[in-house]
C-alpha cells in the first residue's frame, strides 16, 4: 500500500500538485490546508490515500500534510454517499479542527454549506461519525495528549525541513527540557538546540 511520498514539487495548483519521485510524476489531489503547507519550491513528503476508480475513471493518489487530513478523509470517504471528491471538498471547506467541531455539536447548516453537501450527506456525515470524531485527537480541538504534542512538533520540524530521525531526536531533547510545554515551546527548543 502507498502511504507516503517524498520529491521534489514540480507544479502547483491549488488542490492539486505534482511530485517528481523515483523518477516519476506523481500526480496528487490535495486539500486547500496541505496546499497552503506546501514550499513554493523543493523537497515534500505527502501522506497518501490511493483512491481506486470506479465507472472508468482511473486510480487516484490524494495527499495530505499531517495524519489527521489523512484520518478525517478517509473517515469521510467510509459515509454513504461520501466519494473522494466530495471528501476533499469537506477538508478543502474549512480548517479540520471547526469540521470537526462541526461534527460534534450536530451542526448541518455548517456542513450544508461546504460545496456539494446537500442536507441528506450532512446528517449522515454527522449520525457516521459522531462517535468515532475523537479518534482524530488534538488536530480535531480534543486536548492534547503528550504523545500528540510531541509527533505535532516532529510534523513541523519534517515540514521544516529536517529528516523524521533527526526531527524525533530533537524533539525528544526539548520534551526532556520542557516536559510539560506545548506544541510552540517544544518548538522552539529544538530549533535553538540545534
Known amino acids: 500500500m502507498l502511504d507516503r511520498v517524498?520529491?521534489?514539487?514540480?507544479?502547483?495548483?491549488?488542490?492539486?500538485?505534482?511530485?517528481?519521485?523515483?523518477?516519476?510524476?506523481?500526480?496528487?489531489?490535495?486539500?486547500?490546508?496541505?496546499?497552503?503547507?506546501?514550499?513554493?519550491?523543493?523537497?515534500?513528503?505527502?501522506?497518501?490515500?490511493?483512491?481506486?476508480?470506479?465507472?472508468?475513471?482511473?486510480?487516484?493518489?490524494?495527499?495530505?500534510?499531517?495524519?489527521?487530513?489523512?484520518?478525517?478523509?478517509?473517515?469521510?470517504?467510509?459515509?454513504?454517499g461520501v466519494g473522494p471528491a466530495l471528501a476533499l471538498a469537506v477538508l478543502s471547506?474549512?480548517?479540520?479542527?471547526?469540521?470537526?467541531?462541526?461534527?460534534?455539536?450536530?451542526?448541518?447548516?455548517?456542513?450544508?454549506?461546504?460545496?456539494g453537501v446537500g442536507p441528506k450527506t450532512a446528517r449522515r456525515i454527522i449520525v457516521e461519525l459522531k462517535e468515532r470524531i475523537d479518534e482524530l485527537g488534538a488536530a480535531a480541538g480534543a486536548p492534547a495528549t503528550r504523545d500528540t504534542v510531541l509527533a505535532d512538533v516532529v510534523g513541523a520540524l519534517v515540514s521544516l525541513g529536517y529528516a523524521r530521525a533527526e526531527a524525533e531526536q530533537m524533539a525528544a531533547r526539548a520534551r526532556q527540557a520542557h516536559p510539560d510545554g506545548s506544541v510552540g515551546d517544544l518548538l522552539r527548543e529544538s530549533l535553538k538546540r540545534r
Open 6 to 80: 517524498r520529491g521534489h514539487l514540480i507544479e502547483r495548483s491549488p488542490t492539486r500538485v505534482v511530485v517528481a519521485a523515483g523518477g516519476l510524476g506523481l500526480a496528487i489531489h490535495v486539500p486547500l490546508s496541505t496546499s497552503e503547507r506546501l514550499p513554493a519550491d523543493g523537497e515534500v513528503e505527502l501522506l497518501c490515500h490511493l483512491c481506486v476508480g470506479t465507472q472508468g475513471s482511473g486510480p487516484r493518489l490524494f495527499g495530505f500534510a499531517t495524519p489527521a487530513e489523512r484520518d478525517l478523509f478517509r473517515m469521510l470517504l467510509s459515509v454513504s
Open 93 to 115: 471547506g474549512s480548517p479540520l479542527p471547526r469540521v470537526a467541531a462541526a461534527i460534534r455539536a450536530e451542526d448541518e447548516s455548517f456542513l450544508k454549506a461546504m460545496k
